[in-house]
């Protein structure tokens, strides 16, 4: 298989994925380094297929999904209240697409989360806690925003209420889409 023909096949295997595909996983099913994979999906996109880089793996987004409401949400907490916050916006019924935060030399840092489950929170959390990585919030002394996608506006206020409930919600970012 030609290299033109392994990046074909990878994006058939994305698309046909309901779940995020590791680059390992990639890598050991086309038996190519983990690296080849991070260039193909880089070449993917470069050919204008949206693909996101999420901590469970590689993901095509479902573009056949019904118009749901996007808003970003401001925040605040120490690493102790990552856990809270994410199960607020899960429990209530939100998807946390990403994570951003404005560094002082690099601009703005965003990060694809595309968390939607108690499950996707609980593994998002062990891979935290596993790496020993600093999260981004440490550059701004807690403060970063979710891009957040719900349902309805009725799920929305649910969400901030409860944020704001736990002192975690520090601005209404009401840029919706």
Do not use: W
Request: glycine share 8%.
């Amino acid at each position: 298989m030609n290299t033109e023909e392994r990046r074909e096949k990878v994006l058939q295997r994305l698309v046909a994925s309901s779940i995020p595909v590791t680059g390992t996983a990639l890598s050991k099913e086309f038996n190519v380094s983990r690296q080849i994979i991070v260039g193909d999906i880089g070449i993917i996109r470069a050919m204008g297929t949206q693909v996101y880089a999420t901590p469970r793996g590689y993901v095509i987004p479902d573009h056949g999904e019904t118009k749901k409401l996007i808003a970003m949400i401001a925040c605040q907490h120490d690493n102790d209240g990552l856990a809270r916050e994410l199960e607020i916006i899960i429990d209530n019924g939100g998807k946390i697409c990403d994570v951003c935060v404005e560094h002082p030399l690099y601009g703005e840092i965003r990060v694809d989360l595309l968390l939607s489950t108690r499950k996707d929170v609980a593994n998002f959390l062990k891979k935290v806690k596993d790496c020993a990585a600093n999260l981004l919030l440490i550059v701004t002394g807690g403060l970063h925003l979710h891009t957040i996608e719900v349902p309805d506006e009725e799920t929305l206020q649910a969400i901030k209420q409860d944020l704001r409930s736990e002192g975690i919600l520090i601005e209404e970012a009401n840029e919706q889409r």
